[in-house]
């Protein structure tokens, strides 16, 4: 009992003594979030045994952590970096002999060693068998490892547990938490604006050295950093007093200009803590070198590998105090902007077109078009931009001295002005305002504008519909009762609608009253009313509703083409031929047969340039000799060769072979025919209704008869019901039968008996078709159109009866069809 009462007492002094002798202390007392907190074990007195030395176990708010001896009387832990909170440092500290200990620690570091180096070769180790036997090795070794770590723990006696609180405060802007220095930065221009070729001067005041009441070593230094192509600058550096530097540049070169920094590269270290940490390091560097020492002495692998160790976790701690309290901590400053402007660069506006030019498209695609200046200005620069008449207007862009070398993009376009005026150019005018950019200017000259406005080619009036031609794509109007209109229905329609297969390479179109002809890319195409094989596809099915080819007509050059009441007729490669009906010999043939449903050769003339079909007979244009002949019925002397008696083959016309003709146009149901030639017109058949145009004179010619009132050169010729048109001077001028206001004069009298004017301003007119009620021509490029609307013939949306030429509504699709932007 007493004995036991005397090893009580006995460590109830030793913790007492070891209590009083072991110190705990952080490097600070308080910290700020992200930094690392250094916490320091220090033996005031050693054991009084000198086999016996202290060892330490150590928790940071209940969580084991590392603690490193530097010799015999001091250790040290380091934190990870703590965020803010409030900590608590615990460190137990027991007693135990240092020999038996080393021996245990050595045994238990070289075989942890060992189990970590057997685990490694299983996880690579694909044989079962060897797999077994590591396995076997690693119970082995961990059986050792249990047994030394039991008495380990039996030859250590826990003496005292103490702990240190310390707190870590919330992250600041700053480095420490509070009672900084101040950094101040003057320059020597007080624009902050420097030329090319002159130097600056930068100087940093310091409004105290110390951090937190805490003395500081501090380094200066400062740069001007690159920027994209902008040399960094090296600067010279004077120290003026503890608090203040100055920084001098060399001259900017060109290169140099632009905005740029002015960046303090100040860094301090606490003292204190310097000469702390130094002291701990300096300890820590001996103990390696002890630690070397004994490693180098031992053959014993087990002491060598417990050496290994402690020189590694030494290393790792003399790393993390460097970094800590040797090494130079950066201070927070702000940079100081300024200008190096180069002052021979000339004032103006620069623009970049894209590659392949500034070419626009009305109504197209926009183009984008870049632009800059060419110098640093000293104001913000507002460039606008005066885009005339059809360019798009274009927002105003703003310049900087930061941007003012930078491309900025604006869109370029073209309205559409649905005016025809072929290709063309503009210019766009760029004008600055600022202080001195004020007035400058410059001029994207010649911008290329693509119109996309058509003049349409040609019209053709036919029954009780209309087909014209714009841009090699044909349009169709009107009545629709037998797909005349090639819609693939029998709808009518109120204003011009795309022929849904004849959107581009259209080169001619002929029609009637049932059906259509058209000459696309030298290849014939026919639809419409079939019931005598008028088509021309081999067969009588009554209608067709979509363009039809003939694939029987010779190979050949196709350049006219003509559609009669139940026949048609083309031109290929200057022969003439003809089919559909045939019962008044109108196909030219030599006989009168029925009908042919595929193209016969004309008998004759083989230098035909131009061809007229009407209701029971045909006019050519032959230009070897230059003539016309005709053929077919001839009741009204509508054949021209004196005679009433009906002919199979193409007769020659009275008198044309010693006119210069520019045209034949055979009318419909009336029996008149009309030619053009050098110096007027000339009509025969039948004349009714004022149809020879010729005052009364005369109703009824088997020869040619003069139309009064044009004796110049007439381009072309139209033939209607008892009516008729031509263009002479570019002028359009009608005459004969005006029911409905069919010569646009502007009246709706019975007939005009002598050629008259459209009543109308124009230019001039390239075409002109009418079918006895309707009439349309080609004026100024546009088709107008006026007389009876019935079936909207007039292409204007509705029926009304017009005495005057209104304008028909314009596709919305007309496009360019070979340039981008369409």
């Excluded at 530097?245 to 860094?267: E, H, I, Y």
């Excluded at 119109?451 to 036919?462: E, H, L, T």
Aim: with cysteine.
């Amino acid at each position: 009992m007493k004995y036991i009462f005397l090893v009580i007492s006995f460590l109830l002094c030793l913790k007492a003594f070891a209590d009083g002798n072991i110190a705990l202390s952080t490097s600070k007392a308080t910290y700020s979030a992200g930094e690392r907190a250094v916490l320091v074990v220090r033996v005031v007195t050693q054991p009084t045994d000198s086999r016996n030395e202290y060892f330490f176990t150590a928790k940071l708010n209940a969580v084991s952590m590392k603690i490193t001896p530097i010799s015999s009387s001091v250790a040290y832990a380091v934190t990870k970096d703590l965020p803010a909170g409030s900590y608590s440092w615990e460190v137990q500290t027991f007693i135990q002999n240092k020999f038996e200990a080393q021996k245990l620690n050595e045994t238990i570091v070289f075989f942890e060693q060992e189990v970590r180096d057997l685990q490694r070769k299983i996880a690579d180790e694909k044989n079962v068998q060897v797999i077994a036997v590591l396995q076997n090795q690693v119970a082995r070794d961990n059986a050792i490892l249990q047994n030394a770590n039991v008495q380990l723990n039996k030859i250590r006696s826990s003496v005292s547990t103490q702990t240190v609180s310390f707190i870590v405060n919330p992250p600041t802007k700053s480095l420490v938490n509070r009672a900084l220095p101040t950094l101040s930065i003057s320059a020597d221009s007080s624009t902050g604006i420097y030329l090319v070729g002159s130097s600056a001067q930068f100087t940093v005041n310091l409004s105290g050295t110390s951090l937190n009441d805490e003395e500081a070593e501090w380094t200066f230094d400062a740069t001007i950093p690159a920027i994209g192509s902008q040399p960094a600058i090296t600067l010279d550096k004077t120290i003026n007093s503890p608090t203040q530097v100055t920084f001098s540049s060399p001259a900017f070169p060109a290169s140099a200009s632009g905005w740029r920094q002015f960046l303090p590269q100040f860094k301090y270290r606490l003292k204190n803590q310097y000469t702390k940490f130094k002291e701990a390091i300096s300890l820590a560097v001996v103990k390696k070198a002890e630690y070397i020492q004994e490693k180098n002495r031992s053959n014993d692998p087990k002491r060598i590998a417990f050496y290994e160790l402690q020189i590694s976790e030494i290393d790792m701690l003399v790393s993390a105090l460097s970094n800590l309290g040797l090494k130079y901590q950066p201070f927070d400053s702000t940079a100081f902007d300024f200008k190096i402007k180069d002052g021979s660069l000339p004032k103006g506006i620069q623009y970049l077109k894209p590659s392949g030019g500034l070419e626009l498209t009305e109504g197209g695609g926009d183009k984008i078009l870049k632009v800059r200046l060419t110098s640093d200005p000293d104001t913000d620069v507002t460039v606008n931009f005066d885009t005339g008449i059809q360019i798009k207007s274009i927002s105003s862009l703003t310049f900087t001295s930061h941007n003012w070398n930078v491309y900025q993009e604006v869109w370029v376009g073209a309205y559409d002005d649905n005016v025809i005026e072929g290709d063309h150019y503009a210019d766009i005018v760029l004008t600055a305002s600022g202080t001195d950019y004020s007035g400058i200017s410059n001029t994207v000259q010649a911008v290329l504008i693509h119109d996309n406005d058509f003049a349409w080619d040609k019209v053709v009036a036919g029954g009780s519909s209309v087909c014209a031609i714009k841009n090699g794509a044909l349009y169709c109007w009107g009545s629709n009762v037998n797909g005349e209109l090639g819609m693939g229905d029998t709808i009518s329609r109120a204003v011009p609608t795309l022929v849904p297969t004849m959107s581009s390479g259209v080169i001619d179109v002929a029609g009637t009253d049932s059906h259509r002809c058209a000459n696309k890319n030298s290849t014939l195409f026919c639809w419409g009313r079939n019931n005598y094989g008028q088509v021309g596809v081999g067969t009588t099915i009554q209608n067709y509703l979509t363009p039809t080819q003939i694939t029987s007509l010779p190979v050949g050059t196709v350049t006219s083409v003509t559609a009669g009441y139940r026949h048609s007729c083309a031109v290929s490669s200057l022969q003439a031929y003809c089919w559909g009906d045939n019962s008044s010999g109108q196909l030219g043939i030599n006989s009168t047969t029925a009908s042919f449903n595929t193209p016969q050769l004309v008998l004759g003339p083989n230098r035909v340039v131009m061809i007229s079909a009407g209701t029971a007979n045909t006019c050519l244009f032959d230009i070897n000799p230059v003539r016309v002949l005709c053929m077919g019925d001839n009741s009204y002397g509508q054949i021209g060769d004196g005679t009433t008696t009906l002919r199979r083959s193409p007769t020659l016309v009275t008198g044309s072979n010693s006119l210069g003709i520019t045209g034949v146009a055979v009318g419909m149901l009336n029996k008149l025919v009309c030619l053009s030639h050098t110096t007027g017109v000339k009509c025969w058949g039948d004349g009714i209704q004022d149809g020879f145009g010729n005052n009364g004179a005369s109703f009824q010619s088997s020869v040619p008869v003069s139309v009064s009132n044009i004796t110049t050169w007439t381009s072309s010729i139209t033939v209607g019901d008892a009516s008729a048109c031509a263009i002479t001077d570019s002028k359009i001028k009608c005459w004969g039968r005006n029911y409905y206001g069919n010569i646009g004069d502007g009246t709706t009298q019975n007939s005009a008996p002598v050629p008259k004017d459209i009543n109308i301003i124009y230019g001039s007119a390239t075409g002109v078709s009418t079918n006895g009620n309707s009439t349309c021509g080609i004026i100024d490029a546009k088709i107008k159109c006026w007389g009876s609307g019935s079936g909207y013939m007039l292409g204007n949306g509705n029926t009304t009866d017009q005495p005057l030429p209104v304008p028909i509504v314009e596709p919305l699709n007309f496009k360019r069809f070979n340039h981008f932007n369409f």
